[in-house]
């Protein structure tokens, strides 16, 4: 599945770390079906943000057995976030197919911008 392309010119307002974690029903899916159902659930959603919304994929079961993928989630707006939020709820993917575990939502450099200073980073 290919990622959506990220608009030129956005800037995240807000970044949200979705940690999930695969349910049984998931599991039981051939990898075929998998990339199936994402393509038939979640393809839509990221299509019809793709202005607003750019999301990635890490899978993090080698490591941890809480959580076994981390979504990156970055969005235009606030409010751009939450219609995301909407449409996934609507769709087996979200507390079916992977369980929520965590949404960590975060604002890039923010006490930099807060305070009129330059980001540290590497």
Same mark, same amino acid.
């Given at each position: 599945?290919?990622?959506? $392309?990220? =608009?030129?010119?956005? &800037? =995240?307002?807000?970044?949200? %770390?979705? @940690?999930?974690?695969?349910?049984?029903?998931?599991?039981?899916?051939?990898?075929? $079906? &998998?990339?199936?159902? *994402?393509?038939? !659930? *979640?393809? =839509?959603? @990221? !299509?019809? !943000?793709?202005?607003?919304?750019?999301?990635? %994929?890490?899978?993090? $079961?080698?490591?941890?057995? &809480?959580?076994?993928?981390?979504?990156?989630?970055?969005?235009?707006? !606030?409010?751009?976030?939450? *219609?995301?939020?909407?449409? @996934?709820? #609507?769709?087996? @993917?979200?507390?079916?197919?992977?369980?929520?575990? #965590?949404? *960590?939502? +975060?604002? #890039?450099?923010?006490?930099?911008?807060?305070? +009129?200073?330059?980001?540290?980073?590497?």
């Amino acid at each position: 599945m290919t990622q959506p $392309e990220t =608009p030129a010119a956005m &800037r =995240p307002d807000i970044t949200v %770390f979705m @940690l999930v974690k695969t349910q049984p029903e998931w599991l039981g899916f051939t990898i075929d $079906e &998998r990339f199936e159902q *994402l393509a038939r !659930h *979640l393809q =839509p959603v @990221l !299509h019809k !943000h793709r202005q607003d919304v750019t999301m990635r %994929f890490f899978d993090v $079961e080698f490591y941890s057995t &809480r959580v076994t993928d981390l979504w990156l989630w970055q969005a235009r707006s !606030h409010h751009a976030w939450q *219609l995301v939020v909407e449409d @996934l709820r #609507e769709t087996p @993917l979200w507390d079916r197919y992977f369980q929520i575990v #965590e949404l *960590l939502p +975060g604002v #890039e450099d923010a006490s930099a911008d807060n305070y +009129g200073r330059d980001a540290v980073n590497a």
